[in-house]
């Protein structure tokens, strides 16, 4: 929707493969093959080539093959410049490296690498709150933002392929891996724990990105809602052993910097204060 706004097409598709690659770089799987299906209620050739171009930088920097898939045109099944847009990821990982989180324990240490926007998620309650409740025009320059509020909204979902396969292939014990989606991170991280642990997460150690402020003070949203809602400026969450946080962090800089965002707990729930 907000792609159809800015008329600008060339970005879902990169969202759309990195969500993808990070759902299965959670289990220390290398992103193989791409299969994708556009949709809409009339074939536009222009617009297809955006959503298209972006897919294939994506999988080009991601070292996936795309593999062409459906293109349909159905006019009583999508409503007039509505676009649907899937894909299916294939990887590989060898059974006995597959990363399950079951050796997760009690004070193990949690590292965040940063997001860059709302990713893939939250975006019906963003348009509620800017274009709704705050009555902003698509290219409004808002304060605290570096670009207009569509482009920030439209900024493309990070892939974090890099980092995480490489971390894999240096040696680096990584427990469990989480990607923060829809649900932040009080229901993405317990994916990958043991039953009864829980997780103490320190909000202050990490920059929140100036877009969540902006929601959360514009819709009066309750901080508990936010960061269940969106990621808040944490995007995919490595668990270690304490004694390999130097290690890790030492080796994620050639990639991104990362935060000591938490601690692995008994409590059996989500901790953020």
């Known amino acids: 929707i907000i792609a159809r706004k800015l008329n600008k097409f060339n970005t879902i598709g990169i969202d759309l493969l990195s969500a993808a690659a990070n759902d299965i770089l959670v289990m220390g799987a290398k992103p193989l093959t791409f299969l994708d299906y556009i949709a809409n209620d009339k074939l536009k050739p222009n617009t297809i080539k955006e959503i298209v171009s972006g897919m294939v930088n994506a999988c080009r920097q991601t070292g996936v093959s795309l593999v062409g898939g459906e293109t349909a045109e159905m006019p009583d099944t ?16 060898d059974k006995n490296k597959i990363i399950t989180g079951k050796s997760i324990k009690k004070g193990d240490l949690i590292i965040g690498l940063p997001s860059n926007g709302l990713h893939t998620n939250g975006y019906s309650l963003a348009r509620k709150i800017f274009f709704e409740i705050a009555r902003f025009d698509i290219n409004e320059q808002l304060e605290g933002l570096e670009k207009n509020l569509g482009l920030t909204l439209l900024e493309p979902h990070t892939n974090y392929t890099n980092p995480v396969l490489s971390t894999i ?16 991170l009080v229901e993405n991280i317990p994916r990958v724990l043991p039953s009864g642990l829980g997780a103490q997460i320190n909000k202050k150690s990490w920059p929140i990105l100036p877009v969540f402020k902006l929601m959360q003070s514009i819709g009066n949203i309750d901080e508990a809602e936010m960061y269940k809602a969106f990621n808040m400026g944490i995007g995919m969450v490595f668990i270690i052993d304490p004694k390999d946080e ?12 990362s935060y000591l965002i938490g601690t692995i707990s008994n409590t059996g729930t989500i901790i953020i204060k």
Request: glycine letters at 18%.
């Open 78 to 93: 999508y409503l007039p410049g509505e676009h649907d847009l899937v894909g299916v990821i294939t990887g590989v990982v």
């Open 169 to 184: 292939n240096a040696g680096i014990n990584i427990k469990g891996i989480a990607h923060i989606t829809g649900g932040g």
């Open 246 to 257: 130097h290690l890790l962090k030492n080796h994620l800089l050639q990639y991104t910097i």
